[in-house]
């Protein structure tokens, strides 16, 4: 068995005296201390980082500073400088009605506690990062709900999401067609709003997804790209006397037709003559322009009209109608 002296029994037990004498007169207004950095104006959405200085008026050990209850970094001797950042969780945990009561808080040696300073700050019920809404707009220039496939006529992509959600990187992409700008494309803060932009193009008809993700959430748009009209049917035949009927359909809208004729053959569509003008009449209600070609009792064999029309991109389809 191992013995110890009473001597070190003693300080073992007990605290120097002179420490035992100071904590005996201390009080919590030796703790004294300013805050540099904490205090914020904006709501907060992210963890606060909180500085500032505390001293001990007789010259004390200052055993810790806790912030929120986060206890403080010392940066410089006794705390002469400390630092903090208090997770935005905490705060959260704290607020009450969205406003969270933030005591900065030392304690010395002795055991002696002082509150330094007290100053309330307004918590962001979402943290920053976090996307709780995702919204995909496309643009299109224009009154019409659908795109050109010519491969140059883009269509604007716009992202918006809560505020919160800025610095999140997004994922934006298309079933066809190239997204342009979709490359480490992220929401960032645009003055009230969150958001993202890029812009889309197709040489590809068809019906397109355009899909994007974000912090879990996702957002989706459909588009219609629209091919160059078609007059069909694209060749055809009429007889002297005879007549050849052509209708013009296109994903997107019909904008006009107009025609080339060989002498003998009449190419109208409703009362337009198509050889001196453009038109587009829809005669039987279906929705699509509808054309006529005419050949005079004496037209020449191999005598041909070319329709061509198109929609208001310039794309254009044509059709041919030949005297046999």
Do not use: K
């Not at 805050?35 to 001293?55: H, T, Y």
């Not at 905490?90 to 002082?114: K, Y």
């Not at 209600?285 to 991109?313: K, N, Q, S, Y």
Request: a negative charge.
């Amino acid at each position: 068995m191992i013995r110890l002296a009473p001597a070190l029994l003693l300080l073992i037990a007990c605290e120097p005296p002179e420490l035992t004498a100071a904590c005996d007169a201390a009080v919590d207004a030796d703790l004294s201390g300013s805050l540099i950095e904490g205090p914020v104006d904006d709501v907060v959405d992210s963890e606060l980082v909180v500085q500032g200085s505390a001293s001990h008026a007789r010259g004390l050990a200052i055993r810790q500073i806790t912030v929120a209850g986060v206890p403080a970094t010392s940066d410089s001797f006794n705390f002469e400088r400390f630092s903090v950042a208090v997770p935005w969780s905490v705060l959260a945990s704290m607020a009450e009605d969205d406003v969270a009561a933030v005591d900065v808080i030392a304690e010395d040696a002795c055991g002696v506690t002082a509150t330094l300073s007290t100053f309330d700050v307004s918590v962001s019920p979402v943290e920053r990062g976090d996307v709780t809404e995702l919204n995909l707009d496309v643009d299109l220039g224009s009154t019409l709900d659908w795109l050109p496939a010519d491969g140059v006529t883009q269509a604007a992509l716009r992202l918006t999401a809560n505020p919160e959600a800025r610095g999140v990187p997004v994922d934006l992409s298309a079933t066809v067609g190239t997204v342009h700008g979709a490359a480490s494309l992220r929401l960032t803060e645009d003055g009230d709003v969150t958001s993202a932009s890029a812009l889309y193009v197709s040489d590809t008809p068809g019906t397109v997804l355009l899909t994007a993700t974000a912090g879990g959430q996702l957002a989706s748009h459909t588009l219609v790209v629209a091919g160059p009209p078609a007059v069909l049917p694209a060749f055809a035949d009429v007889s002297p006397g005879g007549r050849a009927s052509l209708s013009a359909s296109s994903a997107g809208a019909v904008q006009a037709c107009r025609a080339t004729a060989d002498p003998g053959l009449t190419v109208t569509s409703g009362a337009i003559d198509l050889t001196r003008a453009d038109g587009a009449f829809d005669e039987n209600g279906d929705g699509h322009p509808d054309i006529r070609v005419e050949a005079a009792e004496d037209a020449e064999l191999g005598a041909t009209a070319v329709v061509t029309c198109r929609d208001p991109f310039g794309q254009s389809g044509t059709a041919q109608v030949e005297v046999r």
